[in-house]
Every structure is written in structure tokens, then in C-alpha cells.
């Protein structure tokens, strides 16, 4: 798990898997985002895993519309996470 | 397992110091360390960008490594290049993807190979299942886009849904598996009348199958027989229609073993592998379409001291270097299998050592271990002198293009010693470590053939034969002395059903004697004999043997008139006059059949200033220039008188 602000995280993988560069907000999502089709929203959900450390269910990667969604997931996932210490 | 220990970060910072005029420099000496991670090449791409330097970019790319290509380094590559303006005489090349399955991470790491083998590549992506539309619709969008590939991806489901959907048969699957890929054997038919366009298939896997446990490899019906069957009789198909080659898909997935796989996106994305096994498929469609297009490489150059084999001959002596049945001596050894296996498939193999010439034979005499002779090797060049000459030497001796020539060495000196002197030789990064060396060798996919004809099994001794002749053309007072004594026979006459196959690969390997280097495949010259143009071809023999078929033109009839759409010779017989003899042959056949004018073609390439005189030669009026470029050359059928030559000619 990385400390970097999720947007950063977002922006990141937008611009090098589909070259976007346009701001990052809660309600972006494939509609806003030339190329983020089912088939690239599979690629991009992956490298936000792979990024973030985390491994969602396919359920949850088929769920998460626009980056909202992606926050509140990945929020589920650390209220589950074992706290340390 | 061959890649070099980069770090990508410190090129970075390397490169944002440099000054604008010492960009190229910088990019010179990368090149010559060879293949670098897909994941660097990108990165340093973006930043060559940034720097207003784009126009180092397609160097670059040539760098990449694209066996270690995963699918996101293949959208950031197809990305970048794609904004960048890629340097002109890139060769453009159109390619569809088609098929039952989600393709586009295969569309994205073929579009990424193309780039980075230097091609200017368009890739469309037909709409999925779409294949058997594709295919058969004259009018569709695949015949429309005018591809010239086709690359098809399918799985079992997609390619025989009655194997895995009803399981009717399952103790004799062969019903279901002849009517799937009878089905697709009629769509690429039903293609073949509208395109000429090279297809792409590949073998698939046996994950969908019925696997019948601990039995599974003894039931008629289980995953092992069902796949060999559905693979064999892909195979067949490609064996009956021209044009169409089989990639193996099956051999991929071992390799990559668990990394093939992908459930996500199998059972959400109808993905039939992994995005990263999707990007390698596409990788391994863009290897195959590269050697379609070229030819393989046809000349492996091999060092000797602990490259063919282990320790320095001149210091342990030649009986004692390393190469036998015990470790370390069994890698070297096969190694060297490795390079017959290369020999078998009509690659040539060369031998450039810096060492004393006697020591370095004696090796080859005397070390009884050796699993490769001397006779195996069709030229060698041992001396003290550079190796890129010493290279350049053994593509003059062979008569072939450094383009052809494959360079194995252990030293990363040498090995970036011939990248800076000669680029256009193919440098690979043999392993440090000699146990991955033989498979490293069967994994150049410039090295691979996509047929095999009679002539490759025979190349070397061809060669070898040549030798013999050179010794006696250094012996002979004259030329025309030494043309005499050869005693050569052209036996000539148009192809036969069985040699459309040697003259289709004469037209993708021959690069010199080539008039206009239209690289037709055997799927199109088939077609234009049957619209009506004459295809001939000549074998050649003389006293030290036969050469096969080495000389070919392709004639269109246009009323009173022949034009000679190709004509291309193989290097080894040039510089004997047998392209005289041959066109005297066509001369005779264009006056039994009336014609008045023969019309021949020069269209000049890189590599075909050896031909450029060659209708003048034989008494062409010309040049006239001609519409986009190249020179027309007529002949007068009834006034010619060709040259007499010492060549016999035999008509089939």
C-alpha cells in the first residue's frame, strides 16, 4: 500500500495506459476518457492493483464505474485490512 | 533470461543532463549494448519526446526486447509511437485481426512488434465473432480495409462449439472437429477469391477440453488426443490453402506456464489468455509475418572460444577445450546441435574467431567430442584482423547481404563492436551463463522458416560446392575459361504443380539479382497463372552439382506484348551467364507464340545494383522511364540476337 493520493495513482495509469491527461475527478469514468472500454477498464483496474497493492474481486472490478467507486472500494478494502501494532 | 542488467532510472537522469546536441551520440552507444526491457525503451522514448528529440525514437524501438513485452509496455509503446513522427521509408504494413475471442491486447503487442521491427503499421480490429463475416464477405469491412495480413485468434469454443458445448461425441471427438475447422477452412476459401492477403492461425490449448484425469492421454476422446487432432488438422489446412501459416500457440502457453492463464478475464472479458500471453501471441503473429515478408536471416556467424566451445584452444590446446558429455562440456555441445538443427532448415553456418587459423582447425580435426565438422560450415574467416571484417569478408565470399547474417559471440565487446560497424548484422545477447545458450538459439525467431523445400535441406553442401568452383575460377586463364569448364545445364520450362513452392520462396528470399522485388507468395502467383500470366523457372547443375531452381520470371501477356513482371536469380549462380541462357529461353518461347515486344522491368531497391545492368546486357532497348519511379526496358522479339553464353540449355 502506497501513501500517494488515489487521484495521483488514477491520473498515473490513465495517462500511460490511454495517454489522458485531462484532470482527475470522482465522477470521471469511461464515458470521459477516450479508449476506457470494457476491455481497457479490465487493463486499468489490474495496474491499479498492481500500484496500490491491493487485489479486488471481479465483482468489484466490474462495479467500479468511475473513480468514486474506486475510492469507496479500495476504502472497504483497508476497513478490512489487520491494523498494525 | 538474456536481458541486460538496466537501470532505467539512471539512463533517465543521464539523458536529461545531456545536451541537445549529444542526443544522438547517447542513443548511438545504447544501440550498441543491444536489446534493452520494453519497460526502459518506453520510458526513454517519453523523455526523448520531451526533449524535442522524437526523432530518436524509431532507434529506439529497436531496442525492445519484445520477447519480455508485457501488455502494458505495449500500450505505452503503440502509445508513444504513434504520436511520434516515425521516420519516413518505414515499410507501411495493414493488418486485420479477426476472430471468435476478445483481441485486442493481441492487436495492441502486434501493433508494438511491428513498430519496433520497423514497419509503419496499421492495425484494425474486426468486431468480435465476427471471423466467418470477415472472412467470406467480399464487401465487408476486412475486404474493404485491404489488408495484407490477417491475423485470426479463436479458441476451441469459438473454433468447435461442439466440443465444448454439448458433449455429444465425446468418445469420438473427430466429427465435431472436422466440421469447426472445415468451417473456417471454407471462410478462408471464400477469403482467398477476394484477397491475397497472408492469414495468421495459430494452434490452441487444451484448457476447455475434457480432461479424463490419470486416463486422460489414453481416451480416444480425452484433452491430449483432442488437441493433437484439432492442431494436426489446422496444420492440413494450411498445407491446402496457400498463404495461411500456423503459429503455435500451444508451445507459447508451455513456456509461459501459469502466466498464460487468465480467469478474470477468460470468464469476464472472453479473453482466451492472459493480457501479458495476449500481448506475446501478438508478438509471435508479428515475428511470423516478419519472415513471411523477408525471408528468414540465412546466415549464422559463430565464434569459437567459449562460444562453440569452452576455454581458449591456443592456450589449452585443441584436444582439451571443453565439449563432451560432462557439464560444462554438454551445453557447448548442444549448443552446436542446436546450430545443425539450423542447418537442417537451410540456414548457413560461418565460423569468425580471433585465433591462430591452424590451432582453431585442428579443434575441428581432432577433438574427436565435436558434435559439428568442419564440413558442416560453409565459409570461416579465422585471423587476427577486426571481426566486422572479418564479417563483411564472409558475406562476400557467400555472396549474400549483411541483412542476411546472424552473429553469435560470448564477448559483449565484440558483439558491440559488429552493432556499431555493421547494424544491419543481427546481434543477439547470448546468455553469460552457457546452459541457456541451446534453447536461446532455437528461440531467434529471425531463424525460423515458415516452409521447408528440398533445396534447404541441401544449402550447404550448394555452398560448399561453390567453393570448389571459386578454386577453379582462380585456376582458370579466363572467365570464359572457367564458364567453359563447369559444363553447365539450364533445364528449363514453365512451373509445375509441385515448384510453385521454391519460386514463391525464391521471391521472398532473393534480394540482389531481384528486378523489381515484388514479393509475391505462392497464393498469388498461383492466382495470376490462372488469370493467364506464365510462370518459368531453370535449375541449373554443372560438374560439382545441382543447384535447383535458381532462376524465375514471372510473364504477363498484354496483347503483342510480354511484360516481365519479375525476374530474380539466386546469388549463387550469379556472375555465370545464366540469366542470358535463361532469357534466351523466353525469347524463343515469346516468338513460337508470335508475341513482338518483350517489356522488362527495373525498379531499383537498397539491395538490386547488381541487376541494374542487366537488361542492357542483354540487348533491351532503355531505359524509358517509368510512372512512380524504376525503368521500362523493351526488346525487339524478332530482331534479337541475345549473347551466346557457355550455359546448355535443356527444356522440362
Same mark, same amino acid.
Given at each position: 500500500?502506497t501513501?500517494?493520493?488515489?487521484?495521483?495513482?488514477?491520473?498515473g495509469?490513465?495517462k500511460?495506459?490511454?495517454?489522458?491527461?485531462?484532470?482527475?475527478?470522482d465522477?470521471?469514468?469511461?464515458?470521459d476518457?477516450q479508449?476506457?472500454?470494457?476491455v481497457?477498464?479490465i487493463?486499468?483496474?489490474?495496474e491499479?492493483?498492481?500500484?496500490?497493492?491491493?487485489?479486488f474481486?471481479?465483482e468489484?472490478l466490474?462495479a467500479m464505474?468511475?473513480v468514486?467507486?474506486?475510492?469507496?472500494?479500495?476504502a472497504?478494502?483497508?476497513a478490512?485490512?489487520?491494523?498494525p501494532? | 533470461?538474456?536481458?541486460?542488467?538496466v @537501470?532505467?532510472?539512471a539512463?533517465?537522469?543521464?539523458?536529461?543532463?545531456l545536451?541537445?546536441g549529444?542526443?544522438?551520440?547517447?542513443?548511438?552507444?545504447?544501440?550498441?549494448g543491444?536489446?534493452?526491457?520494453?519497460?526502459?525503451v518506453?520510458a526513454i522514448c517519453?523523455?526523448?519526446?520531451e526533449?524535442?528529440?522524437?526523432?530518436?525514437v524509431g532507434?529506439?524501438?529497436q531496442?525492445?526486447?519484445?520477447q519480455?513485452?508485457?501488455?502494458?509496455?505495449a500500450?505505452?509503446?503503440r502509445?508513444?509511437a504513434?504520436a511520434?513522427?516515425?521516420?519516413a521509408g518505414?515499410p507501411?504494413l495493414?493488418?486485420?485481426?479477426?476472430g471468435?475471442?476478445t483481441l485486442?491486447?493481441l492487436?495492441?503487442?502486434?501493433?508494438?512488434a511491428?513498430?519496433?521491427?520497423g514497419?509503419l503499421p496499421e492495425v484494425?480490429?474486426?468486431g468480435?465473432?465476427?471471423?466467418?463475416?470477415?472472412?467470406?464477405?467480399a464487401?465487408g469491412?476486412?475486404?474493404?480495409?485491404?489488408?495484407?495480413?490477417?491475423?485470426?485468434?479463436?479458441?476451441?469454443?469459438?473454433?468447435?462449439?461442439?466440443?465444448?458445448?454439448?458433449?455429444?461425441?465425446?468418445?469420438?471427438?473427430?466429427g465435431s472437429?472436422?466440421?469447426?475447422?472445415?468451417?473456417?477452412a471454407?471462410?478462408?476459401?471464400?477469403?482467398r477469391?477476394?484477397?491475397?492477403?497472408?492469414v495468421?492461425?495459430?494452434?490452441?490449448?487444451s484448457?476447455?477440453l475434457?480432461?479424463?484425469?490419470?486416463?486422460?492421454?489414453?481416451?480416444?476422446?480425452g484433452?491430449a488426443?483432442?488437441q493433437?487432432a484439432? @492442431?494436426?488438422?489446422?496444420?492440413?489446412?494450411c498445407?491446402?490453402i496457400?498463404?495461411?501459416?500456423?503459429?503455435d500457440v500451444?508451445e507459447?502457453?508451455?513456456?509461459?506456464g501459469?502466466?498464460?492463464?487468465?480467469e478474470?478475464?477468460?470468464?469476464?472479458g472472453?479473453y482466451?489468455?492472459?493480457?501479458d500471453a495476449?500481448?506475446?501471441?501478438?508478438?509471435l503473429?508479428a515475428?511470423?509475418?516478419h519472415?513471411v515478408?523477408?525471408g528468414?536471416?540465412?546466415?549464422?556467424v559463430?565464434?569459437?572460444?567459449?562460444t562453440?566451445w569452452?576455454g581458449?584452444?591456443?592456450e589449452v590446446?585443441?584436444?582439451n577445450?571443453?565439449?563432451?558429455p560432462?557439464?560444462?562440456?554438454n551445453?557447448y555441445?548442444?549448443?552446436?546441435?542446436?546450430?545443425?538443427?539450423l542447418?537442417s532448415?537451410g540456414i548457413?553456418?560461418a565460423?569468425?574467431?580471433?585465433?591462430?587459423?591452424?590451432?582453431?582447425?585442428?579443434v575441428?580435426?581432432s577433438?574427436g567430442?565435436?558434435?559439428?565438422?568442419l564440413?558442416d560450415?560453409?565459409a570461416?574467416r579465422?585471423g587476427?584482423?577486426?571481426?566486422p571484417?572479418?564479417?563483411a569478408?564472409?558475406a562476400e565470399e557467400? @555472396?549474400?547481404?549483411?541483412s542476411?547474417f546472424?552473429f553469435?559471440?560470448d564477448?559483449?565487446q565484440?558483439?558491440?563492436a559488429?552493432?556499431?560497424?555493421?547494424p544491419?548484422?543481427l546481434?543477439p545477447?547470448?546468455?553469460?551463463?552457457v546452459?541457456?545458450r541451446?534453447?536461446?538459439?532455437?528461440?531467434?525467431?529471425?531463424?525460423?522458416?515458415?516452409t521447408?523445400t528440398?533445396?534447404?535441406?541441401?544449402r550447404?553442401q550448394?555452398y560448399q560446392?561453390?567453393?570448389?568452383r571459386?578454386r577453379l575460377?582462380?585456376?582458370?586463364?579466363?572467365l570464359a575459361d572457367?564458364l567453359?569448364?563447369?559444363?553447365?545445364?539450364l533445364t528449363?520450362?514453365?512451373?509445375r504443380?509441385?515448384?510453385?513452392a521454391?519460386?514463391a520462396?525464391?521471391?521472398?528470399?532473393?534480394n540482389?539479382?531481384?528486378?523489381?522485388?515484388?514479393?509475391y507468395?505462392?497464393?498469388?502467383?498461383?492466382?495470376?497463372?490462372?488469370?493467364?500470366?506464365?510462370?518459368?523457372?531453370?535449375?541449373?547443375?554443372?560438374?560439382?552439382g545441382?543447384?535447383?531452381?535458381?532462376?524465375?520470371a514471372?510473364?504477363?501477356?498484354?496483347?503483342?506484348k510480354?511484360?516481365?513482371?519479375t525476374?530474380?536469380?539466386?546469388?549463387?549462380?550469379?556472375?555465370r551467364?545464366?540469366?542470358?541462357?535463361f532469357?534466351g529461353?523466353?525469347?524463343?518461347?515469346?516468338?513460337?507464340q508470335g508475341?513482338?515486344?518483350?517489356?522488362g522491368?527495373f525498379?531499383?531497391s537498397?539491395r538490386?545494383?547488381?541487376?541494374a545492368e542487366?537488361?542492357?546486357?542483354l540487348?533491351?532497348?532503355?531505359?524509358?522511364?517509368?510512372?512512380?519511379g524504376?525503368?521500362?526496358?523493351?526488346?525487339?522479339?524478332?530482331t534479337?540476337?541475345?549473347?551466346?553464353?557457355?550455359?546448355?540449355?535443356?527444356?522440362m
Amino acid at each position: 500500500m502506497t501513501g500517494e493520493p488515489v487521484d495521483r495513482v488514477v491520473a498515473g495509469v490513465l495517462k500511460d495506459l490511454l495517454g489522458y491527461a485531462g484532470p482527475i475527478s470522482d465522477d470521471l469514468g469511461p464515458p470521459d476518457v477516450q479508449g476506457w472500454d470494457s476491455v481497457a477498464h479490465i487493463s486499468i483496474i489490474e495496474e491499479l492493483e498492481s500500484r496500490l497493492g491491493v487485489k479486488f474481486t471481479t465483482e468489484e472490478l466490474v462495479a467500479m464505474g468511475d473513480v468514486r467507486a474506486i475510492k469507496e472500494t479500495l476504502a472497504r478494502h483497508h476497513a478490512r485490512e489487520p491494523q498494525p501494532g | 533470461m538474456s536481458q541486460r542488467a538496466v @537501470n532505467t532510472e539512471a539512463l533517465l537522469s543521464e539523458l536529461q543532463s545531456l545536451e541537445a546536441g549529444h542526443i544522438e551520440s547517447w542513443v548511438a552507444r545504447l544501440c550498441m549494448g543491444g536489446p534493452l526491457p520494453p519497460g526502459t525503451v518506453a520510458a526513454i522514448c517519453a523523455a526523448l519526446r520531451e526533449r524535442g528529440a522524437g526523432q530518436h525514437v524509431g532507434r529506439m524501438l529497436q531496442l525492445c526486447d519484445l520477447q519480455a513485452l508485457t501488455s502494458v509496455d505495449a500500450l505505452r509503446l503503440r502509445t508513444l509511437a504513434r504520436a511520434v513522427e516515425t521516420d519516413a521509408g518505414r515499410p507501411k504494413l495493414r493488418v486485420w485481426v479477426t476472430g471468435a475471442v476478445t483481441l485486442d491486447a493481441l492487436a495492441t503487442g502486434l501493433e508494438a512488434a511491428l513498430l519496433c521491427r520497423g514497419y509503419l503499421p496499421e492495425v484494425k480490429l474486426g468486431g468480435f465473432g465476427q471471423l466467418h463475416m470477415d472472412l467470406r464477405d467480399a464487401e465487408g469491412p476486412a475486404a474493404r480495409f485491404q489488408p495484407d495480413f490477417v491475423v485470426v485468434g479463436y479458441d476451441v469454443a469459438g473454433l468447435a462449439p461442439e466440443l465444448v458445448q454439448a458433449r455429444r461425441n465425446l468418445s469420438d471427438p473427430a466429427g465435431s472437429i472436422r466440421a469447426g475447422v472445415g468451417r473456417l477452412a471454407d471462410s478462408l476459401t471464400e477469403w482467398r477469391r477476394h484477397s491475397n492477403a497472408g492469414v495468421v492461425l495459430h494452434t490452441v490449448t487444451s484448457d476447455s477440453l475434457w480432461r479424463v484425469g490419470f486416463h486422460d492421454y489414453r481416451h480416444p476422446g480425452g484433452a491430449a488426443a483432442t488437441q493433437a487432432a484439432i @492442431n494436426r488438422a489446422l496444420a492440413e489446412l494450411c498445407g491446402e490453402i496457400s498463404g495461411v501459416y500456423l503459429i503455435d500457440v500451444a508451445e507459447l502457453a508451455g513456456q509461459m506456464g501459469a502466466r498464460f492463464r487468465d480467469e478474470r478475464r477468460r470468464l469476464y472479458g472472453r479473453y482466451p489468455a492472459s493480457a501479458d500471453a495476449m500481448t506475446a501471441w501478438g508478438v509471435l503473429a508479428a515475428d511470423c509475418i516478419h519472415v513471411v515478408r523477408h525471408g528468414p536471416r540465412k546466415v549464422v556467424v559463430c565464434d569459437l572460444d567459449d562460444t562453440m566451445w569452452g576455454g581458449i584452444c591456443g592456450e589449452v590446446g585443441p584436444a582439451n577445450v571443453q565439449v563432451g558429455p560432462e557439464f560444462p562440456g554438454n551445453a557447448y555441445l548442444e549448443f552446436q546441435r542446436a546450430l545443425l538443427d539450423l542447418k537442417s532448415q537451410g540456414i548457413l553456418l560461418a565460423l569468425c574467431s580471433k585465433n591462430d587459423p591452424e590451432t582453431a582447425l585442428e579443434v575441428f580435426r581432432s577433438c574427436g567430442r565435436m558434435a559439428l565438422r568442419l564440413d558442416d560450415v560453409a565459409a570461416y574467416r579465422i585471423g587476427w584482423q577486426p571481426k566486422p571484417r572479418l564479417i563483411a569478408e564472409l558475406a562476400e565470399e557467400l @555472396n549474400l547481404g549483411l541483412s542476411s547474417f546472424v552473429f553469435l559471440d560470448d564477448s559483449p565487446q565484440e558483439r558491440a563492436a559488429v552493432r556499431q560497424a555493421l547494424p544491419e548484422v543481427l546481434v543477439p545477447e547470448l546468455p553469460a551463463d552457457v546452459v541457456e545458450r541451446p534453447a536461446f538459439v532455437r528461440s531467434l525467431r529471425e531463424l525460423w522458416p515458415v516452409t521447408l523445400t528440398e533445396s534447404d535441406w541441401n544449402r550447404a553442401q550448394v555452398y560448399q560446392a561453390q567453393r570448389e568452383r571459386e578454386r577453379l575460377r582462380s585456376g582458370s586463364a579466363s572467365l570464359a575459361d572457367f564458364l567453359r569448364s563447369l559444363g553447365q545445364v539450364l533445364t528449363v520450362g514453365p512451373v509445375r504443380e509441385d515448384g510453385f513452392a521454391r519460386v514463391a520462396q525464391m521471391h521472398q528470399r532473393t534480394n540482389q539479382f531481384n528486378m523489381t522485388t515484388r514479393r509475391y507468395d505462392e497464393a498469388a502467383l498461383r492466382r495470376m497463372c490462372a488469370e493467364g500470366a506464365a510462370l518459368f523457372a531453370g535449375s541449373v547443375r554443372d560438374v560439382f552439382g545441382d543447384q535447383g531452381v535458381t532462376v524465375a520470371a514471372l510473364v504477363i501477356p498484354e496483347g503483342a506484348k510480354w511484360r516481365i513482371d519479375t525476374f530474380l536469380m539466386s546469388c549463387r549462380v550469379m556472375g555465370r551467364q545464366v540469366e542470358t541462357a535463361f532469357m534466351g529461353y523466353i525469347v524463343e518461347q515469346a516468338r513460337r507464340q508470335g508475341v513482338r515486344t518483350i517489356e522488362g522491368e527495373f525498379i531499383p531497391s537498397e539491395r538490386n545494383k547488381p541487376a541494374a545492368e542487366v537488361y542492357a546486357r542483354l540487348g533491351f532497348a532503355g531505359p524509358f522511364p517509368m510512372p512512380g519511379g524504376g525503368q521500362r526496358w523493351e526488346l525487339d522479339v524478332e530482331t534479337a540476337v541475345l549473347p551466346d553464353v557457355p550455359v546448355e540449355v535443356s527444356e522440362m
